[in-house]
Protein backbone atom coordinates (compact mmCIF):
# COMPACT_ATOMS: atom_id res chain seq x y z
CA UNK A 1 0.00 0.00 0.00
CA UNK A 2 1.27 3.52 -0.97
CA UNK A 3 0.43 6.63 0.51
CA UNK A 4 0.64 10.57 -0.63
CA UNK A 5 2.17 12.74 1.69
CA UNK A 6 1.26 13.23 5.16
CA UNK A 7 -0.09 9.87 5.13
CA UNK A 8 -2.87 11.02 2.93
CA UNK A 9 -4.64 7.32 1.33
CA UNK A 10 -6.30 7.76 -1.96
CA UNK A 11 -9.84 6.38 -2.58
CA UNK A 12 -11.67 4.89 -4.44
CA UNK A 13 -15.15 4.22 -3.71
CA UNK A 14 -17.33 1.48 -5.70
CA UNK A 15 -21.13 3.58 -5.73
CA UNK A 16 -20.26 7.15 -5.82
CA UNK A 17 -22.66 8.40 -8.46
CA UNK A 18 -23.54 11.96 -9.72
CA UNK A 19 -27.42 11.81 -9.04
CA UNK A 20 -26.88 11.02 -5.29
CA UNK A 21 -27.24 7.98 -3.45
CA UNK A 22 -25.46 7.46 0.42
CA UNK A 23 -21.79 7.52 -0.88
CA UNK A 24 -22.64 11.01 -2.32
CA UNK A 25 -24.17 12.22 0.92
CA UNK A 26 -21.80 10.38 3.35
CA UNK A 27 -18.55 9.01 1.91
CA UNK A 28 -17.30 11.72 -0.58
CA UNK A 29 -17.87 14.81 2.05
CA UNK A 30 -16.64 13.14 5.05
CA UNK A 31 -13.81 11.82 3.23
CA UNK A 32 -13.18 15.92 1.98
CA UNK A 33 -13.83 17.29 5.78
CA UNK A 34 -10.34 15.60 6.23
CA UNK A 35 -7.04 15.50 6.25
CA UNK A 36 -6.41 11.71 6.30
CA UNK A 37 -7.57 10.86 2.99
CA UNK A 38 -8.29 11.84 -0.50
CA UNK A 39 -11.29 10.81 -2.91
CA UNK A 40 -10.03 10.03 -6.22
CA UNK A 41 -11.46 7.45 -7.79
CA UNK A 42 -15.33 6.00 -8.93
CA UNK A 43 -17.19 2.88 -10.09
CA UNK A 44 -20.58 2.91 -11.15
CA UNK A 45 -22.56 0.59 -13.22
CA UNK A 46 -21.90 2.00 -16.41
CA UNK A 47 -19.05 3.92 -17.61
CA UNK A 48 -20.96 7.14 -18.79
CA UNK A 49 -22.37 6.66 -14.72
CA UNK A 50 -18.71 6.86 -14.00
CA UNK A 51 -17.69 9.69 -16.24
CA UNK A 52 -21.21 11.78 -15.21
CA UNK A 53 -19.70 10.91 -11.24
CA UNK A 54 -15.86 11.58 -12.06
CA UNK A 55 -16.86 15.11 -13.78
CA UNK A 56 -19.14 16.01 -11.02
CA UNK A 57 -16.09 15.43 -8.23
CA UNK A 58 -13.05 15.91 -10.35
CA UNK A 59 -11.72 12.52 -10.04
CA UNK A 60 -8.72 11.46 -11.94
CA UNK A 61 -10.16 7.10 -12.09
CA UNK A 62 -13.25 6.27 -13.53
CA UNK A 63 -14.30 2.94 -14.54
CA UNK A 64 -17.39 0.41 -14.32
CA UNK A 65 -14.87 -2.29 -13.40
CA UNK A 66 -14.51 -3.11 -9.57
CA UNK A 67 -11.36 -5.04 -10.26
CA UNK A 68 -9.57 -2.12 -12.51
CA UNK A 69 -10.48 0.69 -9.66
CA UNK A 70 -8.88 -1.37 -7.14
CA UNK A 71 -5.85 -2.14 -9.02
CA UNK A 72 -5.00 1.43 -10.37
CA UNK A 73 -2.08 2.25 -9.10
CA UNK A 74 -3.31 5.91 -8.03
CA UNK A 75 -5.95 4.09 -5.72
CA UNK A 76 -4.97 3.01 -2.07
CA UNK A 77 -7.71 1.93 -0.41
CA UNK A 78 -11.51 0.92 -1.77
CA UNK A 79 -14.97 1.80 -0.10
CA UNK A 80 -17.53 -0.73 -1.14
CA UNK A 81 -20.97 1.63 -1.03
CA UNK A 82 -23.40 0.17 -3.46
CA UNK A 83 -26.90 -1.83 -2.55
CA UNK A 84 -26.28 -4.73 -0.16
CA UNK A 85 -27.04 -7.57 -2.32
CA UNK A 86 -24.43 -6.14 -4.92
CA UNK A 87 -21.42 -6.59 -1.81
CA UNK A 88 -20.33 -10.22 -2.81
CA UNK A 89 -20.15 -9.71 -6.42
CA UNK A 90 -18.19 -6.53 -6.19
CA UNK A 91 -15.99 -7.71 -3.10
CA UNK A 92 -15.28 -10.74 -4.69
CA UNK A 93 -13.40 -8.62 -7.57
CA UNK A 94 -12.06 -6.28 -5.24
CA UNK A 95 -10.38 -8.44 -2.62
CA UNK A 96 -8.16 -10.31 -4.64
CA UNK A 97 -6.35 -7.19 -5.67
CA UNK A 98 -5.10 -6.97 -1.39
CA UNK A 99 -5.86 -3.25 -0.79
CA UNK A 100 -7.47 -2.60 2.32
CA UNK A 101 -11.45 -2.41 1.92
CA UNK A 102 -14.19 -0.66 3.40
CA UNK A 103 -17.81 -2.31 2.75
CA UNK A 104 -20.71 -0.86 3.88
CA UNK A 105 -23.02 -2.43 6.28
CA UNK A 106 -24.90 -4.78 6.32
CA UNK A 107 -21.63 -6.43 4.58
CA UNK A 108 -24.41 -9.75 3.14
CA UNK A 109 -27.34 -10.53 2.85
CA UNK A 110 -26.53 -13.30 5.84
CA UNK A 111 -24.12 -14.30 8.02
CA UNK A 112 -22.74 -17.68 6.20
CA UNK A 113 -22.29 -15.11 2.81
CA UNK A 114 -20.37 -12.89 5.62
CA UNK A 115 -18.02 -15.59 6.64
CA UNK A 116 -17.02 -16.82 3.72
CA UNK A 117 -16.31 -12.80 2.53
CA UNK A 118 -13.97 -12.52 5.32
CA UNK A 119 -12.54 -16.08 4.67
CA UNK A 120 -11.85 -14.58 0.94
CA UNK A 121 -10.06 -11.67 2.39
CA UNK A 122 -7.68 -13.67 4.85
CA UNK A 123 -6.68 -15.87 1.93
CA UNK A 124 -6.02 -12.78 0.02
CA UNK A 125 -4.29 -10.99 2.60
CA UNK A 126 -6.35 -7.96 2.57
CA UNK A 127 -7.53 -5.93 5.63
CA UNK A 128 -11.01 -5.05 5.68
CA UNK A 129 -13.44 -3.08 7.74
CA UNK A 130 -17.09 -2.59 7.83
CA UNK A 131 -19.47 0.47 7.90
CA UNK A 132 -20.87 0.02 11.57
CA UNK A 133 -20.06 3.74 12.72
CA UNK A 134 -22.94 4.09 15.23
CA UNK A 135 -19.81 3.07 17.78
CA UNK A 136 -18.34 5.97 16.44
CA UNK A 137 -21.32 8.48 17.14
CA UNK A 138 -19.39 10.96 20.11
CA UNK A 139 -22.71 10.32 22.69
CA UNK A 140 -22.49 6.71 22.66
CA UNK A 141 -19.01 6.79 23.20
CA UNK A 142 -19.35 8.93 26.02
CA UNK A 143 -22.28 6.44 27.40
CA UNK A 144 -19.55 3.56 26.59
CA UNK A 145 -17.58 6.13 28.85
CA UNK A 146 -19.49 6.58 31.98
CA UNK A 147 -21.15 3.45 32.35
CA UNK A 148 -16.97 1.76 32.34
CA UNK A 149 -16.43 4.69 34.95
CA UNK A 150 -19.35 3.91 37.18
CA UNK A 151 -20.69 7.14 36.39
CA UNK A 152 -24.71 4.66 37.24
CA UNK A 153 -23.37 2.29 39.22
CA UNK A 154 -24.01 -1.32 38.44
CA UNK A 155 -26.01 -1.54 35.54
CA UNK A 156 -29.31 -3.78 35.77
CA UNK A 157 -30.87 -2.99 32.82
CA UNK A 158 -31.52 -1.13 29.57
CA UNK A 159 -34.51 -0.33 26.93
CA UNK A 160 -34.29 0.44 23.18
CA UNK A 161 -37.16 1.80 21.07
CA UNK A 162 -36.86 2.95 17.60
CA UNK A 163 -39.24 4.22 14.63
CA UNK A 164 -37.16 3.16 11.31
CA UNK A 165 -38.56 5.45 8.86
CA UNK A 166 -38.69 3.10 5.94
CA UNK A 167 -40.39 -0.51 5.85
CA UNK A 168 -44.01 0.95 6.90
CA UNK A 169 -47.13 1.40 4.24
CA UNK A 170 -45.36 3.29 1.64
CA UNK A 171 -41.57 3.26 0.10
CA UNK A 172 -39.88 4.73 -2.92
CA UNK A 173 -38.76 2.56 -5.81
CA UNK A 174 -34.81 3.84 -5.29
CA UNK A 175 -35.49 1.61 -1.84
CA UNK A 176 -37.80 -0.69 -2.94
CA UNK A 177 -35.60 -3.63 -2.84
CA UNK A 178 -35.35 -3.09 0.85
CA UNK A 179 -38.76 -5.18 1.19
CA UNK A 180 -37.33 -8.23 -0.10
CA UNK A 181 -36.10 -10.47 2.67
CA UNK A 182 -33.70 -11.86 0.05
CA UNK A 183 -31.99 -8.28 0.59
CA UNK A 184 -30.67 -8.29 3.40
CA UNK A 185 -31.71 -4.93 3.83
CA UNK A 186 -34.62 -4.93 5.97
CA UNK A 187 -35.46 -3.19 9.24
CA UNK A 188 -33.65 -5.91 11.24
CA UNK A 189 -30.50 -5.58 9.27
CA UNK A 190 -30.18 -1.54 8.66
CA UNK A 191 -31.59 0.04 11.67
CA UNK A 192 -31.44 -2.24 14.32
CA UNK A 193 -28.61 -3.96 13.38
CA UNK A 194 -26.56 -0.58 13.19
CA UNK A 195 -28.35 0.53 16.46
CA UNK A 196 -27.19 -3.40 18.01
CA UNK A 197 -23.81 -3.16 17.27
CA UNK A 198 -23.49 -0.28 19.31
CA UNK A 199 -25.12 -1.94 22.14
CA UNK A 200 -23.19 -4.90 22.15
CA UNK A 201 -20.16 -2.76 21.93
CA UNK A 202 -21.43 -0.79 25.11
CA UNK A 203 -22.94 -3.42 27.66
CA UNK A 204 -21.73 -6.25 26.39
CA UNK A 205 -22.59 -9.62 24.41
CA UNK A 206 -26.78 -10.52 24.71
CA UNK A 207 -27.88 -13.73 25.31
CA UNK A 208 -31.54 -13.78 23.33
CA UNK A 209 -34.88 -14.86 25.25
CA UNK A 210 -38.22 -13.91 23.53
CA UNK A 211 -38.20 -12.37 20.06
CA UNK A 212 -41.21 -11.20 18.23
CA UNK A 213 -41.16 -10.21 14.58
CA UNK A 214 -44.30 -9.49 12.12
CA UNK A 215 -45.03 -7.79 8.80
CA UNK A 216 -47.42 -5.30 9.78
CA UNK A 217 -48.09 -3.89 6.15
CA UNK A 218 -47.81 -6.78 3.41
CA UNK A 219 -48.43 -4.55 0.82
CA UNK A 220 -46.49 -1.69 0.30
CA UNK A 221 -47.48 1.09 -2.04
CA UNK A 222 -44.40 2.90 -4.18
CA UNK A 223 -45.04 6.60 -4.04
CA UNK A 224 -43.41 7.35 -7.23
CA UNK A 225 -44.44 4.62 -9.81
CA UNK A 226 -47.85 4.21 -8.24
CA UNK A 227 -46.93 0.21 -7.99
CA UNK A 228 -47.66 -2.18 -4.89
CA UNK A 229 -45.28 -4.60 -3.73
CA UNK A 230 -45.04 -7.23 -1.37
CA UNK A 231 -42.98 -7.09 1.81
CA UNK A 232 -41.44 -10.34 3.01
CA UNK A 233 -39.25 -8.60 5.95
CA UNK A 234 -40.30 -7.87 9.36
CA UNK A 235 -41.55 -4.50 9.89
CA UNK A 236 -42.10 -5.00 13.70
CA UNK A 237 -39.03 -6.55 15.73
CA UNK A 238 -38.83 -7.22 19.52
CA UNK A 239 -36.78 -9.24 21.69
CA UNK A 240 -35.43 -9.57 25.02
CA UNK A 241 -32.43 -10.48 26.49
CA UNK A 242 -29.60 -10.38 29.02
CA UNK A 243 -26.10 -9.34 29.17
CA UNK A 244 -23.22 -11.95 30.07
CA UNK A 245 -23.35 -9.42 33.51
CA UNK A 246 -26.83 -10.06 34.36
CA UNK A 247 -28.88 -6.76 32.47
CA UNK A 248 -32.07 -7.24 30.98
CA UNK A 249 -32.43 -5.63 27.72
CA UNK A 250 -36.06 -5.22 26.05
CA UNK A 251 -36.02 -3.46 22.42
CA UNK A 252 -38.38 -3.10 19.74
CA UNK A 253 -38.20 -1.42 16.34
CA UNK A 254 -40.82 -0.56 14.36
CA UNK A 255 -41.39 0.58 10.31
CA UNK A 256 -42.74 3.98 9.87
CA UNK A 257 -42.24 7.14 11.82
CA UNK A 258 -44.82 7.82 14.69
CA UNK A 259 -45.64 11.41 17.11
CA UNK A 260 -44.61 9.02 20.10
CA UNK A 261 -41.39 7.99 20.62
CA UNK A 262 -39.28 7.86 17.76
CA UNK A 263 -35.79 6.67 19.22
CA UNK A 264 -35.20 6.05 22.99
CA UNK A 265 -31.93 3.66 24.50
CA UNK A 266 -31.83 4.20 28.02
CA UNK A 267 -29.44 2.73 30.25
CA UNK A 268 -30.41 1.73 34.53
CA UNK A 269 -27.94 1.40 36.87
CA UNK A 270 -28.12 0.91 40.75
CA UNK A 271 -26.74 4.89 40.84
CA UNK A 272 -28.17 6.42 37.99
CA UNK A 273 -29.25 6.64 34.28
CA UNK A 274 -28.50 7.67 30.97
CA UNK A 275 -30.75 8.38 27.88
CA UNK A 276 -30.10 8.41 24.52
CA UNK A 277 -33.04 10.06 22.56
CA UNK A 278 -33.74 11.26 18.70
CA UNK A 279 -35.98 11.41 15.67
CA UNK A 280 -34.89 8.45 13.86
CA UNK A 281 -34.32 5.15 14.92
CA UNK A 282 -30.94 5.35 12.72
CA UNK A 283 -28.07 5.64 15.16
CA UNK A 284 -25.38 5.09 12.60
CA UNK A 285 -26.46 9.21 11.97
CA UNK A 286 -25.79 9.94 15.13
CA UNK A 287 -28.51 12.71 15.20
CA UNK A 288 -29.20 11.67 19.04
CA UNK A 289 -28.99 13.90 22.61
CA UNK A 290 -28.11 12.19 25.66
CA UNK A 291 -28.75 13.17 28.82
CA UNK A 292 -28.06 11.57 32.30
CA UNK A 293 -28.50 11.72 36.41
CA UNK A 294 -26.21 10.51 38.71
CA UNK A 295 -26.15 9.22 42.39
CA UNK A 296 -29.33 11.07 43.06
CA UNK A 297 -28.86 14.28 40.80
CA UNK A 298 -31.17 15.63 38.56
CA UNK A 299 -31.11 14.66 34.87
CA UNK A 300 -29.65 16.91 32.35
CA UNK A 301 -27.68 17.06 29.03
CA UNK A 302 -24.42 15.55 28.50
CA UNK A 303 -21.94 16.98 26.13
CA UNK A 304 -19.43 14.72 24.28
CA UNK A 305 -15.58 15.60 25.34
CA UNK A 306 -13.20 16.52 22.74
CA UNK A 307 -10.46 14.18 22.82
CA UNK A 308 -12.02 12.00 24.77
CA UNK A 309 -15.48 11.00 22.95
CA UNK A 310 -14.56 12.19 19.87
CA UNK A 311 -11.70 13.96 17.27
CA UNK A 312 -13.06 17.50 17.23
CA UNK A 313 -11.48 20.57 18.69
CA UNK A 314 -12.50 23.42 20.40
CA UNK A 315 -15.52 21.84 22.15
CA UNK A 316 -16.90 21.14 19.01
CA UNK A 317 -18.88 17.78 18.53
CA UNK A 318 -19.73 18.51 14.71
CA UNK A 319 -17.33 20.63 12.64
CA UNK A 320 -19.39 19.00 9.62
CA UNK A 321 -23.35 18.19 9.88
CA UNK A 322 -24.47 14.87 10.77
CA UNK A 323 -24.44 12.37 9.59
CA UNK A 324 -21.40 13.43 7.78
CA UNK A 325 -19.80 14.22 10.44
CA UNK A 326 -20.16 10.45 12.09
CA UNK A 327 -18.85 8.84 8.93
CA UNK A 328 -15.85 11.15 9.22
CA UNK A 329 -14.92 10.02 12.20
CA UNK A 330 -15.28 6.21 11.34
CA UNK A 331 -13.30 7.45 8.83
CA UNK A 332 -10.47 8.61 11.03
CA UNK A 333 -10.78 6.11 13.30
CA UNK A 334 -10.05 3.74 9.63
CA UNK A 335 -7.04 5.51 9.13
CA UNK A 336 -5.80 4.95 12.71
CA UNK A 337 -5.73 1.35 11.81
CA UNK A 338 -4.59 1.35 8.51
CA UNK A 339 -1.28 3.30 9.91
CA UNK A 340 -1.00 1.84 12.96
CA UNK A 341 -1.23 5.60 14.63
CA UNK A 342 -1.62 5.81 18.12
CA UNK A 343 -5.11 6.68 19.34
CA UNK A 344 -7.36 7.11 22.15
CA UNK A 345 -9.87 6.21 20.44
CA UNK A 346 -11.68 3.02 19.39
CA UNK A 347 -10.60 1.28 15.85
CA UNK A 348 -12.15 -0.21 12.91
CA UNK A 349 -13.82 -3.69 12.55
CA UNK A 350 -13.47 -6.18 10.26
CA UNK A 351 -15.19 -8.78 7.95
CA UNK A 352 -15.05 -11.41 11.01
CA UNK A 353 -16.89 -9.00 13.37
CA UNK A 354 -18.97 -8.02 11.20
CA UNK A 355 -19.93 -11.67 10.45
CA UNK A 356 -20.53 -12.19 13.98
CA UNK A 357 -23.00 -9.41 14.08
CA UNK A 358 -24.88 -10.90 10.95
CA UNK A 359 -24.95 -14.25 13.20
CA UNK A 360 -27.05 -12.09 15.57
CA UNK A 361 -29.03 -10.80 12.88
CA UNK A 362 -29.78 -14.11 12.13
CA UNK A 363 -30.65 -15.36 15.04
CA UNK A 364 -33.46 -12.29 16.24
CA UNK A 365 -35.36 -13.38 12.54
CA UNK A 366 -35.13 -16.96 13.46
CA UNK A 367 -36.59 -16.77 17.08
CA UNK A 368 -39.15 -14.44 15.33
CA UNK A 369 -40.21 -16.72 13.08
CA UNK A 370 -40.87 -20.20 14.02
CA UNK A 371 -41.50 -21.01 10.25
CA UNK A 372 -37.78 -19.81 9.16
CA UNK A 373 -36.31 -16.82 8.60
CA UNK A 374 -38.03 -14.12 6.36
CA UNK A 375 -34.88 -12.50 5.33
CA UNK A 376 -30.62 -12.84 6.32
CA UNK A 377 -31.10 -16.68 5.41
CA UNK A 378 -33.68 -17.01 3.03
Not at 61 to 74: F, K, N, Q, W, Y
Not at 241 to 256: D, I, K, N
Request: hydrophobic share 40%.
Amino acid sequence: MTATTANRLRVGIVGLSATGGWAARAHAPAISSGDRFTLVGTCAGTAESAAAAAAKYGLPVATSSPAELAADHRVDVIVVAVRVPLHEEVLREVLPVGKPTLCEWPLAPDAAIAERLALLADRCGTPTAVGLQARHVPEVRMMKRLISAGHIGRVSSARLIGDAGGWGATTRSATAYTMDGSSGAGLSAVPLGHTLDAVVDTLGPLELSEVVTTIDHSRVAVVDTGEVITKTTPDQVAFLARTTTGAVLSAHYQGGLSKGTTFLWEVRGSDGVLQLTGDTGHLQFGAVTLRGASRGGDIEELVPVAGLDHRGGDGEVDPVPKPVSVVAEHYAAWHDTLTGAASAHPGTVGFHHAAAHHGLVDEILRRGDPGGPREGNC
